[in-house]
């Protein structure tokens, strides 16, 4: 192996072992009690037979649509109730024409209004806690009497205040925001689970 392969080698063990590195120590700040907050609440939703929304931007987009996924079908035991799961990311001729002929902003308040109902659970993910259309479908959802959940990182932005439950990834990467996320939904869909 040639000198500048041998240190690329390196360079990229070095940037592998950092970025695990960093995960762990977040997940060691993460706060349980929120974790087990929302748990209480999905299976209080569940025994009530009251629906879950989900939504996001980009990434957590993708989140929300495999949260609903596990939450759907993964969460499912015989004789208890299933949850009732809506991903508002999945449409998008939809999402399009919300966009298209209102605002981008509007794409999950307008999916909201008139469906959300009181003692539903919306979820809203945001690594930033700041995009405008996820702050907007978390007001429709608390003004029709919904509870409202924020998965975030940094430092929560404008989504920290607005829920009744957040969880805030204490990271300032946005791929490990992201990741833990994604780890989140597991966690909480294992627990629902059993």
Not at 14 to 22: C, T
Not at 96 to 105: F, H, I, K
Not at 117 to 136: F, K, M
Not at 143 to 154: N, P, Q
Request: charge should be negative; proline fraction near 3%.
């Amino acid at each position: 192996m040639k000198h500048d392969q041998v240190a690329q080698t390196s360079q990229t063990s070095e940037r592998i072992a950092a970025y695990l590195s960093d995960i762990q120590g977040t997940l060691r700040k993460l706060p349980m009690d929120e974790i087990e907050d929302i748990v209480n609440l999905l299976h209080e939703a569940r025994e009530r037979k009251k629906r879950v929304f989900l939504f996001g931007n980009g990434g957590s987009a993708a989140t929300a649509s495999h949260l609903a996924c596990d939450l759907g079908k993964g969460t499912n035991r015989h004789g208890r109730p299933r949850l009732r799961v809506v991903a508002l990311t999945d449409n998008v001729p939809l999402i399009s024409a919300w966009a298209n002929d209102t605002s981008y902003e509007d794409i999950f308040a307008q999916q909201l209004q008139e469906q959300v109902e009181p003692g539903d659970i919306a979820i809203a993910i945001s690594a930033s806690g700041r995009s405008p259309n996820v702050l907007n479908g978390v007001k429709v959802a608390k003004s029709a009497g919904a509870i409202t959940i924020g998965l975030t990182g940094f430092d929560g932005g404008d989504l920290k205040s607005l829920v009744d439950c957040c969880i805030v990834v204490p990271d300032n990467s946005m791929d490990q925001v992201e990741d833990v996320h994604l780890m989140l939904g597991h966690v909480i869909a294992s627990c629902l689970r059993s």
